[in-house]
């Protein structure tokens, strides 16, 4: 009986990773999110993981069955075994949450201004308004020419105008100054024999000069790009984005370095839902901020926004990183390389958030020092050596 137990937990939880992880993967609400409001027991996020702590919380929804169902003595002297494990995650997780030692704080060399934007998602059809859109944001900005500072704004706020055609909207810019550097989330259009799209995250100077650039990894599946597009599309299947065009994808995530007016940051960029791929960030830990992007508008006035922001929390936890979230109709909010939010705004109406301060950890997280996933897999084995122990013992 307890080697199905185990058995259940085990495929329940690899099925869990697959859902994750083949094709484009969609690793959305698995069982572990369940404890996503109890900051405490999450902290175990950096030792196993989200696909890792998975895998223990299956087996620990299971123990009423074991208890109730099943009475043998090694029944509940697992069962006990069990409950006494997740007790000490609450109890680890609340301690680490106290012990300030592990964590200090470094200025990034000047402010960095978040913007929550509440634009309409009607802009994606109605190009009529981008100027007065960009208004907006440079008004919620609030930019301050003697004041090192990095604005970023949300993702895709300019839609009718590409990367290589922004600089028609310099003069509308000139209320920066050259202490200033700008994050915009921006279609960049590469002209060549396939004329690709490629949703962007761009740095700006305060010429819109273009200081560094990273293109979308991970699009979303009939939204941004149709997957088996030369088949589905003889089919009259098409992608809901950009004219019915697919977005192309990037390759690489390269780290952002801003080494210039006294900031010096590491940042690695990640757009819209990149943020929910749990040990796929990066493979190396290089960088010492987390800034996402994002549009939540399509979600409507569901719990999208917030389960999307649950992620950044996990995300913060597990690679020990302060994770910056700039959302047009979602959630913004500044995150503690712990899970804490420190500063929040919902998108009810425009805002900005303001830190000069960044909180980092004085070492890796368990996690992110050996192979982030790889993590989940030596859970994997000791689990198939536990279950072929109970089969040898007959127990």
């Known amino acids: 009986n307890l080697i ?22 969609f690793p959305w609400n698995l069982f572990v999110y369940s404890f996503s409001e109890n900051l405490s027991f999450i902290q175990m996020l950096s030792v196993f993981g989200t696909y890792g702590l998975n895998l223990l919380c299956i087996n620990f929804f299971l123990l009423p069955s074991i208890l109730f169902l099943y009475k043998t003595r090694s029944e509940v002297i697992f069962s006990s075994f069990l409950f006494i494990i997740f007790l000490s995650f609450f109890l680890i997780g609340n301690s680490r949450l106290k012990d300030a030692s592990i964590v200090s704080s470094f200025d990034q060399g000047g402010l960095i201004k978040t913007i929550s934007s509440k634009v309409e998602i009607n802009r994606f059809y109605n190009f009529d308004n981008e100027e007065d859109i960009i208004n ?3 008004g919620l900005s609030n930019p301050d020419k003697d004041v090192p500072t990095i604005f970023i704004w949300p993702e895709g706020v300019i839609t009718s105008t590409y990367l290589n055609d922004i ?7 000139e209320v920066f100054s050259d202490k200033h550097l700008i994050i915009i989330g921006i ?9 690709k799209i490629y949703n962007s995250l761009a740095l700006f100077d305060n010429q ?17 790009f149709l997957p088996l597009e030369s088949l589905l599309s003889k089919i009259g299947l098409r992608s809901v984005a950009y004219n019915y065009q697919s977005f192309s994808r990037g390759i690489d995530r390269d780290i952002i370095k801003i080494k210039n007016n006294g900031f010096n940051l590491n940042i690695l960029p990640l757009i819209c839902y990149e943020i929910i791929y749990s040990g796929k960030l990066s493979k ?11 549009e939540d508008g399509w979600f409507g006035k569901s719990i999208g926004p ?16 302060s994770v910056i979230r700039s959302s047009n109709n979602g959630i913004s909010a500044i995150i503690g390389p712990k899970g804490k939010v420190i500063k929040i705004h919902e998108s009810t109406e425009g805002g900005v958030l303001i830190t000069k301060k960044l909180e ?36």
């Open 4 to 25: 199905l137990v185990l058995i259940f937990s085990l495929l329940l939880s690899f099925f869990e990773f697959i859902r994750g992880s083949i094709l484009t993967g």
């Open 136 to 138: 907006q944001l440079i």
């Open 167 to 173: 600089s028609k909207y310099k003069d509308l810019f």
């Open 187 to 195: 279609n960049d259009l590469v002209l060549d024999e396939q004329n």
């Open 208 to 224: 819109l000069n273009l200081k560094s650039l990273y293109y979308k990894n991970k699009l979303v599946p009939f939204g941004e």
């Open 284 to 294: 190396t830990n290089n960088f010492n901020l987390i800034i996402n992007i994002s």
């Open 306 to 321: 917030s389960q999307h922001f649950t992620h950044s929390i996990f995300r913060a936890i597990e690679e020990g990183k």
């Open 360 to 395: 980092k950890l004085n070492k890796l997280t368990i996690f992110s020092s050996y192979g982030r996933n790889n993590i989940f897999f030596y859970l994997v084995v000791i689990y198939i050596s536990l279950i072929f122990f109970l089969k040898r013992t007959g127990r």
